[in-house]
T-cell receptor, first 115, second 117 residues
Framework: AQKITQTQPGMFVQEKEAVTLDCTYDTSDPSYGLFWYKQPSSGEMIFLIY??????QNATEGRYSLNFQKARKSANLVISASQLGDSAMYFC????????????FGTGTSLTVIP | GAGVSQSPSNKVTEKGKDVELRCDPISGHTALYWYRQSLGQGLEFLIY????????KSGLPSDRFSAERTGGSVSTLTIQRTQQEDSAVYLCASSLFTWAGSNQPQHFGDGTRLSIL
């Protein structure tokens, strides 16, 4: 079974609008962390935001927020006030206690911001 | 340097040759990861090191692929008898070793773009 599932291969959003990128995960481990990365066309992987399994509140980092629904095992990334520079691939990843420091990545969502 | 350093940044070689890719992690990062990414695709996990040992080699595609890490720092990924399907970007990342719920992310290098002719 896939540890991380991203069901949206591609997404489009109008500039200045908000967009939600979906991520669901599969683990039986009570201790885990969820991460989102951005990969622009230049290729570098940029860490955006983190959510811990024990965190009571949804994580926020500037225009990025994480809609963490633990019972549903979802960790959707919300980007508010989209900018042209947000056009990139976005990857969701998980690290779980059982597997030590192994990271599992989803297949990614390509986001295009339309002017 | 402050970040993960990978070399070479680009490598073009003929089919059948051996190639060696290098990764220099962030100082103090004991966890090191190798991934492969084909054009427009996601990250394919290859191998993970904790210190000098590799608890998980399950992602290595074939016995032509090997990796080592010495001194708990620099790692090399070696591909023997390269095939055209090995063409991809090879990404290295490092992380502090910590508990799984920690907010320590992976830090990625810029990758090595490997092209097999």
């Amino acid at each position: 079974a896939q540890k991380i599932t991203q069901t949206q291969p591609g997404m489009f959003v109008q500039e200045k609008e908000a967009v939600t990128l979906d991520c669901t995960y599969d683990t039986s481990d009570p201790s885990y962390g969820l991460f989102w990365y951005k990969q622009p066309s230049s290729g570098e992987m940029i860490f955006l935001i983190y959510q811990g399994s024990y965190d009571q509140q949804n994580a926020t980092e500037g225009r990025y927020s994480l809609n963490f629904q633990k019972a549903r095992k979802s960790a959707n990334l919300v980007i508010s006030a989209s900018q042209l520079g947000d056009s990139a691939m976005y990857f969701c990843a998980m690290r779980e206690e059982d597997t030590g420091n192994q990271f599992y990545f989803g297949t990614g969502t390509s986001l295009t911001v339309i002017p | 340097g402050a970040g993960v350093s990978q070399s070479p940044s680009n490598k073009v070689t003929e089919k059948g040759k051996d190639v060696e890719l290098r990764c220099d992690p962030i100082s103090g990062h004991t966890a090191l990861y190798w991934y492969r990414q084909s054009l427009g695709q996601g990250l394919e996990f290859l191998i993970y090191f904790q210190g000098n040992s590799a608890p998980d080699k399950s992602g290595l595609p074939s016995d032509r692929f090997s990796a080592e890490r010495t001194g708990g720092s620099v790692s090399t990924l070696t591909i023997q008898r390269t095939q055209q399907e090995d063409s991809a970007v090879y990404l290295c990342a490092s992380s502090l070793f910590t508990w799984a719920g920690s907010n320590q992310p992976q830090h990625f290098g810029d990758g090595t773009r490997l092209s097999i002719l």
